[in-house]
């Protein structure tokens, strides 16, 4: 019975942790899918690129894990900037297959600019010594990273809540997401908007590629392996919400390692198989609105 109870804490913990990463990555997709109508299938190359600039700061120049964050944060943000302005912005009334090809070619770009640059084995990431070995939370120990994700991204997702709802920039964006033509009537800007947002989820994506490096490994194919897993998000949790995301992702997280914990030979089966079910009730997802 301990044993059982320990592998059950165990798989909560450990799903939690992955869960909050996919919440972090995929947040920034579910707004900008619900605001702007735009099929974004190149969201993880953001997370992936703030993986890569994350680990290639602190293994190649030796600069600090919680630096090297923000720097890839804030490079991937601006970088995003340039792209939605440059190339996302003439395809926001295109038709969604052109949006669909479009991102999917940025992904195979992207994947081929990785293998090339940084080769095609994963990255190791390297943990600082503070957040290595194990913390005691009193009825038993658990990874110190895994703890400090939790954490983290618990802090990240009250910040994001709080900025939404809480904001005049939150109320600018609910009111977009309700209703683009009547937001841009009352004097809203919503091509501004638009790139403010665009920014913001690009640079939570790679905060979230970042901070899940030793979960997600950072590989060239990585936008496109872990593309599934973002899409399930988005389209579980409802397409323009916070709250639904956030539900849909500790699900996925802790099914996920559930699956892999206690019946690795069907993999993702069962995952699939419930989203489908799920989106055969409701197809707007969990929280999406009809």
């Given at each position: 019975m301990d044993q059982i109870l320990s592998a059950l804490v165990s798989i909560l913990f450990h799903g939690l942790a992955y869960g909050m990463i996919l919440y972090v990555i995929s947040v920034g997709l579910s707004v900008t899918m619900g605001l702007m109508g735009f099929a974004n299938l190149a969201h993880g190359v953001f997370a992936m690129a703030g993986g890569y600039i994350t680990v290639t700061l602190m293994n190649g120049f030796g600069i600090h894990f919680f630096l090297a964050l923000v720097t890839a944060?804030?490079?991937?943000?601006?970088?995003?900037?340039?792209?939605?302005?440059?190339?996302?912005?003439?395809?926001?009334?295109?038709?969604e297959l052109d949006?669909?090809?479009?991102?999917?070619?940025?992904?195979?770009?992207?994947?081929?600019?990785?293998?090339?640059?940084?080769?095609?084995?994963?990255?190791?990431?390297i943990l600082p010594e503070s957040l290595s070995g194990q913390v005691d939370l009193g009825?038993?120990?658990?990874?110190?990273?895994?703890?400090?994700?939790?954490?983290?991204?618990?802090?990240?997702?009250?910040?994001?809540?709080?900025?939404?709802e809480r904001t005049r920039f939150g109320a600018q964006l609910r009111a977009a997401v309700d209703n683009r033509r009547m937001a841009e009537a009352i004097g809203i800007n919503t091509r501004r908007l638009f790139t403010a947002t665009f920014a913001v989820g690009s640079g939570l994506a790679a905060l979230g590629g970042g901070l899940g490096a030793?979960?997600?490994a950072i590989e060239p194919a990585y936008a496109l392996e872990?593309?599934?897993?973002?899409?399930?998000?988005?389209?579980?949790?409802?397409?323009?919400?916070?709250?639904?995301?956030?539900?849909?992702?500790?699900?996925?997280?802790v099914t996920d390692t559930t699956?892999?914990?206690?019946?690795?030979e069907f993999g993702a089966f069962f995952i699939f198989l419930a989203m489908i079910g799920l989106l055969l009730w409701r197809p707007t997802g969990l929280f999406g609105r009809a």
């Open positions: 944060c804030i490079v991937v943000a601006l970088a995003s900037v340039v792209l939605e302005r440059l190339l996302y912005s003439r395809l926001y009334t295109a038709s949006q669909v090809l479009f991102t999917i070619g940025i992904i195979f770009m992207a994947s081929a600019a990785a293998r090339y640059a940084w080769g095609p084995l994963p990255q190791r990431m009825f038993r120990t658990f990874p110190t990273y895994r703890t400090f994700l939790i954490v983290v991204s618990g802090v990240i997702i009250a910040a994001l809540w709080l900025g939404i030793d979960i997600l872990y593309l599934v897993y973002f899409l399930i998000v988005v389209s579980v949790g409802g397409l323009g919400t916070v709250k639904g995301p956030f539900v849909a992702a500790v699900l996925l997280g699956c892999k914990y206690l019946i690795p």
